[in-house]
């Protein structure tokens, strides 16, 4: 399957993230001077530049209007979609403004109804979206697992954390599911019912 990063604006560091090779990267705006940073290439750069620094050489431009209804991060998602790419990870999505953040859970919420794998990637805070299916993540000491309901009410299991739960009912309003620990196994989200946000959050 062909994956694809997305740069996006972000303070969030991905120094731990590896980027295969082969992958195509997108660059949501100021997302170029994070690659920049970084010392990664891209192949595309797209948005309306009003936050970039870096002016992009040797690397395909799409200028986008400065009122739009997408974000830059969304133009650059529906981007890598139109293009076939149905495996999607942001960089740089998280640590900044909250509302950058939340719109960006949003944005793996779409990618899901749009049949894509995708999550958020970073050296402090990753994250997926889970629906009516499963997660496994491999032990990741020194951080956090947090579950949160996106649905009002989710039915899920968790195996292989420090606290397990079978068919347990959780519910949006209430934020139960915060703060888990790994253990020394895989862990394993089952949603059997609704969708979650699940986040692995450096302590």
Not at 141 to 170: C, H, P, Q, W
């Amino acid at each position: 399957m062909k994956k694809c990063y997305i740069i996006c604006g972000g303070p969030e560091t991905f120094n731990d993230v590896a980027i295969d090779d082969d992958s195509y990267i997108i660059c949501a705006d100021s997302g170029y001077d994070k690659a920049l940073a970084a010392g990664v290439t891209p192949q595309l750069v797209i948005g309306d530049f009003d936050s970039i620094e870096a002016v992009p050489v040797g690397v395909k431009v799409i200028k986008a209007p400065t009122h739009k209804d997408d974000t830059d991060t969304m133009l650059a998602i529906k981007t890598a979609i139109s293009e076939g790419y149905r495996d999607i990870t942001l960089l740089s999505a998280f640590s900044g403004r909250m509302d950058h953040s939340i719109a960006n859970l949003s944005a793996l919420c779409y990618m899901s109804e749009q049949g894509i794998k995708a999550r958020i990637s970073g050296d402090s805070c990753s994250a997926y979206y889970v629906k009516e299916s499963d997660l496994t993540l491999k032990p990741q000491n020194g951080r956090y697992l947090s579950v949160f309901s996106d649905t009002e009410i989710s039915v899920v299991s968790i195996k292989g954390a420090e606290y397990e739960v079978e068919n347990f009912t959780m519910k949006k309003s209430f934020p139960i599911g915060v703060s888990n620990e790994f253990t020394n196994t895989e862990c394993t989200i089952t949603v059997h019912s609704g969708a979650v946000f699940v986040l692995t959050v450096k302590k």
